[in-house]
């Protein structure tokens, strides 16, 4: 499962940066990488791990802008398409999952 935390924030004032700044480095230090700008996505190996994330997400909000948060399934974010210019690029695949035998 997926997390893809997309985000609308201010940044016309010091104090509006440096809320952005602390939200974006939350996210990071939160396992989240940067798919594009203000688009954040983190692998989640169950819908009760990615629940946890994404609360962690909402404990952090902000004051001001505009927050969501999407779970999508592997098998969805499979079928992203992904383009630079008119050229395809393949996606991020999902980190392998441990197994113990």
């Given at each position: 499962?997926?997390?893809?935390?997309?985000?609308?924030?201010?940044?016309?004032?010091?104090?509006?940066?440096?809320?952005?700044?602390?939200?974006?480095?939350?996210?990071?230090q939160d396992g989240f990488t940067m798919m594009q700008y203000s688009?954040?996505?983190?692998?989640?190996?169950?819908?009760?791990?990615?629940?946890?994330?994404?609360?962690?997400?909402?404990?952090?909000?902000?004051?001001?802008?505009?927050?969501?948060?999407?779970?999508?399934?592997?098998?969805?974010?499979?079928?992203?398409?992904?383009?630079?210019?008119?050229?395809?690029?393949?996606?991020?695949?999902?980190?392998?999952q441990l197994s113990f035998f």
């Open positions: 499962m997926w997390v893809i935390v997309l985000f609308d924030l201010p940044t016309d004032t010091k104090a509006a940066r440096k809320q952005y700044t602390q939200f974006r480095k939350r996210l990071l688009v954040y996505m983190r692998h989640c190996a169950s819908e009760e791990n990615a629940q946890v994330h994404a609360n962690r997400v909402k404990s952090g909000l902000p004051a001001d802008g505009e927050v969501r948060i999407v779970k999508i399934t592997d098998k969805q974010f499979a079928k992203i398409q992904v383009f630079y210019g008119k050229k395809h690029k393949p996606i991020e695949h999902s980190p392998e």
